[in-house]
C-alpha cells in the first residue's frame, strides 16, 4: 500500500504493505427445495498483532483493509499518539501475522497492556487500557445537522454493503460529511473492526472529525461512542439500537446519538436540539399508549 501524497505537509508517514485480501469466497449451498445454490459467504481470517516483535493480540478479520485496520486500532487503543513514530506495519498472511515496526519504542507499554476488556458482540474485539480514561476530558464541537442530510447520506448507503449484499455476516461503518457525502466505507467481521480501519484511513490521511458523521450498521455501544469521541466525530448514526451507557457517554461527550436509523425513520436520543427538521414526513397520529410512554419517562426524569 503507498502511502497517500503528503499536500502542504512534511509528515513522516509508517511503510506499509499492501496485503488486502478478497472479502468472500464462493461456494454451493442447497435450498429447502434441495437444489444447489451458488453463492458467498465471507472468508474470517485471523491476524495476530506483535508490536515491536512482541505478541500482542489475534484479531479476527476478512482481511481486505489490514494495514488501516491496524493504524486504526493503534490509534484507538491509544498506544500511538503521532502516526511518525510507526515505522512500518507488514501484514503476512501466510504466517497470519502482522509485524508493526515503531521508531523509539512505546512508553510505558506493560502499563497499557496491564488492564484488558473484552468488548461484545459480533466480531468481539479487545480494548486495552482504561474505556473512560481521559473521557471528561473530551468535549465536541456540535454542528446543526439537516433533517434532509440525513436522509440523504441513508439513502446513498443504500448503495453500499457491498459485502452484505453478497455475503451476509459482515458489518460496515462510512465515515460521511452533509457537503461529501459518504467519503469512505469499510466492512469487516465486526464493527469494532470497522471503525478502527475508518480511524486508520483519517490518521493516514491526516482527515479532521469535527465536519463529519460517523454510521455504522452496528449498535451504539460505550466502546463505539468513545471511539468516535476520540477521532473528534460530533455524530454518530446508526441503523441498530443503542445501549444505555452509550446514551450516557454521548451526553457526557457530547456526540448526537442517532439510531434506527433507516428509510425516513430514525431516532435522536441525544442533540435533537441540533436537528434541523426540515424534511418531516407527514404527520401520522400518536397512540394513546405511545403519549402515556412518554409522559412516564419524562416525570421519572
Known sequence: MSSPPEAGTSRRLPELSNAGLKATADVI???EFNEPVAGAIAVERALTIYLDKREIVTLMTLGNHPELLILGWLRNQRMIDNIEAVKAIQVDWEAEAVAITTREGIE???EKLGRKTVTTGCGQGTVFGDLME???QIALQQPVLRQSSIYALLNTLNEYNEIYKNAGAV???ALCSENNGIEQFIEDVGRHNAVDAIAGYMWLN?????DKLFYTTGRLTSEMVIKVALMEIPVLLSRSGITAMGLEIAQKV???LIARAKGRHFLVYHGSEL???DAMPPPRPQSKSDARAVSSIRQKT
Open 29 to 31: 449451498a442447497c435450498n
Open 108 to 110: 510505558n507499554l506493560d
Open 134 to 136: 481521559n473521557i471528561d
Open 171 to 173: 458489518h460496515g461503518c
Open 206 to 210: 491526516d482527515l479532521e472529525g469535527k
Open 254 to 256: 457530547g456526540v448526537t
Open 275 to 277: 436537528i434541523e427538521f
